[in-house]
């Protein structure tokens, strides 16, 4: 099977598997071989400690709803994946840009202590919203994409549960 | 000694409390709320009572009648209240003494408490060591007004009870003083119990933070520890930890040692301690005092083989104070890292959930603390710090060379730790310098790039290589891609987006 995966550039990955599950098998990357080892296996395919080069590699491996790996998680350390093409078909599926949802929601159970933005606010990216008290810490929240607060779902000291919705960026 | 001491904590602290009670001969008794009754305190405790959750609003640990009520019940003769949660509550304190139950937390002979920020920078003051521009005591608005005018932005806004970075705001200007006065005003009713007055700071950017834990017995005998430095916090909240401090001379320790035992001496001090100054452009300026056994703790009874817990808990049972003098010259090197279950890309939100995979480090000069285990639940309701890593050297160097190696070899997954930011931070030449501050990792981009400098090219394609094989392995998603081409050859349309391909939300596959 061969890939190309994005991850800050692009390497072609050749995987060649056959004959008996348990052995070491090759993968190429670019010009560097690698052996492989898959060392154990979660019930639903997603791979746990892999052998790579006779170094035993801890591994996590974050998945969009539809099953695509995003991001690849070596001892912790993420690295953002794309795959973009798979074996050997002249078409190259053009993933759309990431599209990033603009509902903030809490992700724990929590009060909201104040806004920093009210309704028909601009905001960029990253830009902190509100802050949510929770876990003892004052968690500023911060907006998920760059737009327009169109919606405020809750007032401030609002004891929200997991999943409240909180606001929306449009 | 006590007979019997309860323990009103949680966490790792509450485990640390258990061991001490337990090796000074007494019967360690504990509280706990349902979640918890799997963690190691609770397991190890001689005796353990669950907390009934009589308020869904507070937390049980936060419950003070009832766990004075419990406390009377149990016949306890002592109580060890952790950090946080009771630690410096007065009311606590009045409530157990008198039923003639002590609390462990220091005692000063005087008007006030050691909890009072405001009145203790008063004290030192007296006693001549400088201390940083500030206002005098208010709590309300108008005073605020007032006394903002003889100070510059930026300033720090602090009620005088807070503590562990609550009621502690820095201000940049009038807007985000009223606001942040507000905002403190609201917290101090929810966790500062006591009292809502404040006073403002000037504000030093670049300064170093510092402390000296110190012993005193009842017969004043004083032992000022080796200080410890916290280079790298975020929100106020330690996250690295060294001691001794990389540049503090000897000769300023050794004076600071002898005012630290003057201010001591006049407040009376009896048990635990620990003083803190800021040290800006080579002055130490006296900050606070704080009464409470704290993790960084640990560090010191590492660097100095005194076990700080315990000597606390047997000074305040009226034993004297039994230490060699020669601890309070370091002659080894320690450095700490404190992992929380949080994700410091998306700043610093907490990742509570379940551990599913925990690979701790260990081995000579290597020490860990944990309170988390395969499977363990990260519960959503506390700080979300699991584990204490320390590491002992002779050197500075070799400490910071063992640090490293460690925090490569711990793993944890299921949940998002600070563990790859903190190999960056050990690896950067800021760290290596000392010149670190604690608004360095507050900045997201630093942030990335201490990340970042840890990825070699070879890991690079390591992640390509394990993304292959993840898609490789699962059927399922295989088999959509060969749908996707096939629907993508027969439209013909070059890089039209199918509709399976339409990214979700990313989520972790458990």
């Known amino acids: 099977m061969n890939y190309i995966v994005n991850c800050g550039k692009k390497h072609a990955v050749t995987i060649d598997r056959k004959g008996e599950l348990n052995k070491p098998f090759e993968i190429s990357v670019d010009k560097s071989k690698y052996s492989v080892g898959v060392r154990r296996l979660k019930d639903d395919g997603s791979i746990l400690t892999l052998m790579i080069d006779h170094k035993v590699v801890p591994i996590d491996v974050e998945r969009r709803g539809d099953g695509m790996p995003v991001r690849v998680f070596l001892k912790g350390v993420p690295f953002d994946v794309e795959i973009s093409k798979v074996a050997s078909t002249r078409f190259r599926p053009e993933l759309p840009e990431r599209e990033v949802s603009g509902e903030v929601m809490a992700k724990l159970p929590g009060q909201i202590l104040e806004f920093m933005v009210k309704e028909g606010d601009e905001v960029e990216a990253g830009a902190p919203v509100c802050i949510l008290d929770a876990m003892k810490m004052e968690n500023e929240i911060v907006a998920p994409k760059k737009g327009t607060v169109t919606t405020i779902a809750v007032e401030p000291n609002a004891v929200l549960a997991k999943g409240d919705l909180i606001l929306v960026v449009e | 000694m006590f007979k019997r001491v309860l323990i009103a904590n949680r966490g790792l602290i509450q485990a640390n409390c258990v061991r001490a009670v337990k090796e000074l001969g007494a019967t360690a008794i504990t509280v706990f709320e349902e979640e918890d009754r799997e963690s190691a305190g609770v397991r190890n405790a001689d005796e353990a009572y669950e907390l009934e959750i009589r308020d869904p609003r507070q937390r049980p640990y936060l419950d003070l009648e009832q766990i004075v009520e419990l406390a009377e019940e149990l016949k306890v003769d002592a109580v060890h209240p952790g950090y946080g949660f009771l630690a410096q509550n007065g009311k606590f304190a009045t409530e157990l003494e008198d039923r003639g139950i002590r609390l462990i937390a220091p005692r000063v002979d005087g008007r006030f408490n050691l909890s009072n920020k405001f009145r203790v920078k008063e004290a030192a003051e007296r006693v001549g060591m400088p201390v940083l521009k500030g206002s005098e005591l208010f709590s309300d608005r108008e005073t605020l007004l007032l006394a903002a005018k003889s100070l510059e932005y930026p300033m720090i806004l602090k009620a005088t009870h807070g503590y562990g970075g609550i009621g502690m705001r820095i201000v940049r200007s009038q807007s985000e ?165 949080e994700d410091p890309e998306m700043n610093f939100t907490p990742s509570p959930g379940k551990v599913d995979r925990l690979y701790l480090p260990f081995g000579e000069g290597v020490f860990m603390q944990t309170s988390i285990f395969s499977g363990a639940s990260i519960s959503p309701f506390y700080d979300p710090m699991v584990a204490k890593l320390l590491v002992r050297g002779c050197t500075r160097d070799e400490a910071m060379l063992k640090m490293g190696i460690a925090l490569e070899e711990f793993f944890v997954e299921g949940v998002k730790t600070n563990i790859p930011l903190m190999r960056g931070v050990f690896k950067s030449d800021e760290f290596k310098d000392g010149t670190i501050s604690p608004e360095f990792i507050a900045d997201a981009d630093n942030r990335r790039k201490l990340v970042d400098s840890l990825k070699s090219s070879k890991d690079f394609e390591v992640a390509a290589l394990v993304a292959s094989l993840s898609l490789n392995q699962d059927g399922e998603t295989l088999r959509k891609i060969e749908v996707m081409e096939a629907e993508q050859a027969s439209s013909s349309v070059l890089g039209a987006a199918t509709r399976w391909l339409k990214p979700r939300k990313s989520r972790r596959k458990l």
Do not use: W
């Open chain 2, 177 to 341: 003083l009223e606001s942040a006065f507000d905002h403190i005003q609201a917290t101090t009713r929810k966790f500062l119990m006591n009292s809502p007055e404040v006073f403002l700071e000037e504000f030093v950017s670049g300064a170093r933070h510092i402390e000296f834990p110190i012993l005193r017995d009842e017969g004043g005998r004083t032992i000022v520890f080796p200080e410890l430095e916290c280079p790298l916090q975020r929100r106020f909240q330690k996250l690295v930890l060294e001691t001794p401090a990389p540049h503090l001379d000897p000769s300023m320790r050794a004076q600071l040692q002898s005012e630290i035992q003057v201010l001591c001496d006049r407040l009376k001090i009896k048990g635990f301690a620990s003083v803190e100054f800021l040290i800006h452009e080579g002055t130490p300026h006296f900050l606070e005092i704080n009464g409470y056994i704290q993790p960084s703790h640990t560090a010191t009874s590492l660097l100095t083989g005194v076990d700080l817990l315990k000597e606390q808990i047997r000074l305040l049972s009226g034993e004297s104070l039994d230490v060699d003098r020669a601890c309070t010259i370091p002659n080894h090197h320690v450095i700490g890292t404190y992992v929380y279950a």
